[in-house]
């Protein structure tokens, strides 16, 4: 309630956690809504996954910084930043650049200064330590053993989540009963196992090495993104893994659609699909017989969700009449249960896959190669 905007950097896992509940669960476009529409909750922006010259000046450039006044609400902000060793280069980078300007702001030996810093780190390493110099009050743990793309449903995910106002307890109830669903269902009645399934079967047998993830809708996006990280790098290994790749339909269907129909036979298709939407249903508006050249007066009154719902039994139909293979994840509401659900689930399916494949899903030691090679050409 004290803060206009806040500012989470991250990279990864532990970055694009967070950033999906941000667009699954919030005004799609919160940032641009007034401070009264938003209930008081900062404004969320995301940076510190790369070392963008550009875009990191640009968001600086946005927050007031040293010389600005302090005087109203509207000039506060905070920020965290989510780094388990604390040495990952376009994290630390980013969080100096952000601590620089936050400090100018309210004075580098300020209470505001240290207050609105929330460090979420391992319980070692060199964020820990800065932590500590820079007597930071309130500094979240990653738990140890926990990778960043499994780590959503820590600190990670829930101190974004809980300055966004999300349900915190709806989002773990979903992960539990998906867990309890994991452990109790029978095949057939077990999302994970019958996922996993369906997958390590189009891959193994059928040589379907890339895996698409439609999301039908845009909220859903960068939960793909996250999971494309998730599948990579605890499967990509011992030169193995599927590939995976996040579409957005029916947006996409008019660029990769036509690979995914006519193209090489290597694709499992999964649908995610959100059964109701959030808010108020649009209906195809008619127009005057004189405006009626784009012919959709033929349509008028009919839901949007019914164009997308024919969207997508059609593109399952056309893909099914070339044998090509679809599988369907169905979320009756996107809300914070039902994220904790997925979030839960496609964790599980990728373990339970490393296991059938014979690969700990829980290292990368693949992402390692390029920072020592970036560090040592810095010279650092």
Request: aromatic share 6%.
């Amino acid at each position: 309630a004290e803060l206009d905007r806040f500012v989470v950097l991250g990279i990864g896992g532990s970055y694009m956690g967070a950033r999906a509940l941000f667009e699954a669960l919030r005004h799609r476009w919160h940032n641009e809504l007034p401070r009264a529409a938003r209930g008081g909750v900062p404004r969320l922006y995301f940076e510190g996954n790369n070392v963008d010259n550009d875009t990191l000046a640009q968001l600086v450039g946005m927050l007031p910084g040293e010389g600005e006044p302090n005087a109203t609400p509207e000039d506060r902000w905070g920020l965290t930043v989510i780094s388990k060793s604390g040495g990952t280069l376009e994290t630390s980078v980013a969080f100096r650049l952000f601590r620089r300007t936050l400090e100018g702001l309210y004075g580098a030996d300020s209470d505001e200064a240290r207050k609105f810093v929330v460090p979420i780190t391992g319980e070692t390493g060199r964020l820990r330590e800065l932590s500590k110099s820079k007597g930071y009050p309130a500094v979240f743990p990653i738990p140890d053993g926990v990778g960043g793309r499994f780590s959503v449903l820590t600190a990670v995910g829930l101190l974004p989540a809980a300055v966004l106002g999300l349900d915190l307890r709806a989002l773990l109830a979903g992960a539990a009963d998906a867990t309890d669903d994991f452990f109790s269902a029978e095949p057939g009645a077990n999302p994970t196992l019958d996922y996993t399934a369906v997958a390590h079967v189009a891959e193994v047998e059928h040589g379907m090495h890339t895996r698409i993830l439609c999301t039908w809708g845009n909220r859903l996006e960068a939960l793909g993104l996250w999971y494309d990280q998730l599948l990579a790098e605890s499967l990509g290994k011992h030169e193995q893994g599927a590939l995976p790749l996040t579409v957005v339909n029916t947006r996409d269907l008019h660029s990769r659609g036509q690979q995914h129909q006519e193209g090489r036979r290597d694709k499992l298709v999964t649908n995610l699909v959100v059964e109701r939407p959030s808010e108020d249903v649009l209906t195809i508006p008619e127009a005057p017989a004189e405006l009626d050249q784009d012919e959709l007066n033929a349509l008028a009154g009919t839901p949007l969700p019914t164009v997308m719902d024919a969207a997508i039994r059609g593109t399952n139909q056309a893909y099914a009449e070339d044998d090509r293979p679809t599988a369907d994840f169905v979320v009756p509401t996107l809300d914070e249960y039902a994220m904790g659900q997925l979030f839960q689930t496609l964790m599980l399916a990728t373990v339970v896959e490393g296991r059938l494949v014979g690969t700990n899903p829980y290292g990368q030691p693949g992402v390692e190669a390029y920072k020592t090679n970036m560090n040592a050409i810095l010279g650092r």
